[in-house]
């Protein structure tokens, strides 16, 4: 350890990769097979001494490094739609940027990775063929209410047959599950139809429409099944 040599190089200093000709900033040293190594801009390589020169000490040519700032407009865990896809939603599972660079023309690419809600089908989609439909911290929240929606006939069914194999007479406790029961199906139903509404306004899609009214309906059919239910007990 005593005899160890000093490294040439410190964290902080402004080196130059010699074998690019490009230009950093030393982040970390360390110390393998009685060699010091170095790190460059966080990057995941390491350089010996011998690639690195001081920039003050540089004397051959410099090559330029380009900075790019990509704005994105869809981050990880948003609900989108995609275009050729219907009403189907997807998840964005990670994201990725293609950088091109030809002698008359440049550009960068946007490729999210997908995973559909309804099966887990995995797409990868560019940025113009998505829109959103809920951010990150609400997608969850609708999702379940969109779920509800769906499973609504099944909810339905299920109460029907309570109602065909119980007696006549009905007990006190049976009535209040079966008013607490639709309450909770009738308050998700509204939120359902509240959040379809806003989407309508925004993106006028027909599909969100058409929920809309399924919603409608199945509200309808409970406040029938409800009126009937208060003719029942009177």
């Known amino acids: 350890m005593a005899n160890r040599k000093k490294p040439k190089f410190k964290i902080g200093d402004t080196v130059v990769i010699t074998i690019y000709g490009t230009v950093g900033k030393i982040t970390d040293v360390k110390y393998l097979d009685s060699m010091h190594v170095y790190e460059v801009n966080k990057s995941e390589g390491l350089y010996l001494e011998s690639s690195l020169q001081m920039l003050s000490e540089y004397d051959g040519e410099i090559m330029d490094s380009e900075k790019i700032d990509i704005e994105y407009r869809f981050f990880i865990g948003d609900l989108v739609k995609v275009k050729g896809y219907g009403s189907n939603l997807f998840k964005i599972m990670g994201f990725r940027t293609e950088i091109w660079r030809y002698k008359s023309d440049a550009w960068e690419d946007v490729i999210y990775e997908l995973s559909r809600v309804s099966d887990g089908e995995w797409l990868e989609a560019g940025e113009d063929e998505l829109t959103l439909v809920a951010d990150a911290d609400s997608a969850d929240s609708f999702i379940q209410k969109l779920g509800l929606l ?85």
């Open 150 to 234: 769906y499973i609504m006939d099944k909810k339905q069914k299920s109460i029907d047959l309570k109602k065909s194999n119980s007696s006549f007479h009905q007990t006190e406790k049976e009535l209040l599950e079966r008013t607490k029961e639709k309450k909770e199906l009738i308050d998700g139903l509204l939120d359902i139809y509240n959040d379809y509404s806003i989407l309508y306004s925004l993106f006028k899609d027909d599909e969100y429409e058409q929920v809309m009214k399924l919603t409608l309906r199945k509200l309808k059919l409970l406040s029938n099944r409800s009126d009937k239910d208060n003719e029942t007990k009177i």
